[in-house]
Every structure is written in C-alpha cells, then in structure tokens.
C-alpha cells in the first residue's frame, strides 16, 4: 500500500519561505515508473499543480510558480521536499504530494493534504 504524508509549519509569515516535505512508504521515489508532485488547493479555487520531480531527480515547474518554487529529494530517507519563497496571503492552501504516472496527468496516490496559512 502506497501512502504520502505531507508535513511542515501550519502557519508562515508573509515574504518567508515555506518548506514542506513528503514521505513515501509502499513505493520508491526512484521508481522510473512515476513522479512526485507538489499540488496545492486554495479557498474556493481549484486544484493547482505546483511542480514535480522525477525518479531521476529532474523537476518541472508550474510557469507561474517557476520563480519562487523548488522541488529536492532525499533518496534516503524515501522523501521529496517542496520550497515557496517569497510567500503572500494568496498562497494560503492546502498543499498535497501525490504520485503521479509518468507521461500522463494522473495522480494515483495522494496524501492527505496539509494546511498552510501565510498571515503576518
């Protein structure tokens, strides 16, 4: 059984950078199978894609994230790790890890999301 466990800080002030990570267990992050992604849900929006990072530990970026987002792995500890710099009151979310299939849009394990609040 695959699970994804999201942690970090509930609660960054604004123009600090949040870090968040995620543990996998049930799967390898260097599975060449899949991708691990960083997806965020803000109040009354939808579901954004943030940015991923590949078995081979190759990342993609929202463009509209591009600028202030970076995606790391640590292949010992089975973890990926996503940074948000620069933080504003709009990035105020829940943000999720999910396991994605590669080469398509599917996320087929998701964890189970962890609040974010950006407020000074």
């Known amino acids: 059984q695959v699970q994804l466990q999201e942690a970090g800080p509930g609660l960054v002030k604004p123009s600090q950078t949040l870090s968040l990570t995620c543990t996998v267990s049930?799967?390898?992050?260097?599975?060449?199978?899949?991708?691990w992604n960083w997806i965020r849900q803000s109040p009354g929006k939808g579901l954004e894609w943030m940015g991923l990072?590949?078995?081979?530990?190759?990342?993609r970026y929202s463009p509209s994230l591009e600028s202030r987002t970076s995606i790391s792995r640590d292949t010992s500890k089975n973890q990926f790790s996503l940074h948000l710099s620069s933080l504003t009151p709009e990035d105020t979310a829940v943000y999720y890890c999910a396991r994605g299939i590669a080469g398509s849009l599917e996320c087929d394990y998701w964890g189970q999301g962890t609040q974010v609040t950006v407020s000074s």
């Open positions: 990072i590949g078995y081979d530990g190759s990342t």
């Open positions: 049930g799967d390898s992050i260097t599975n060449n199978y899949y991708v």
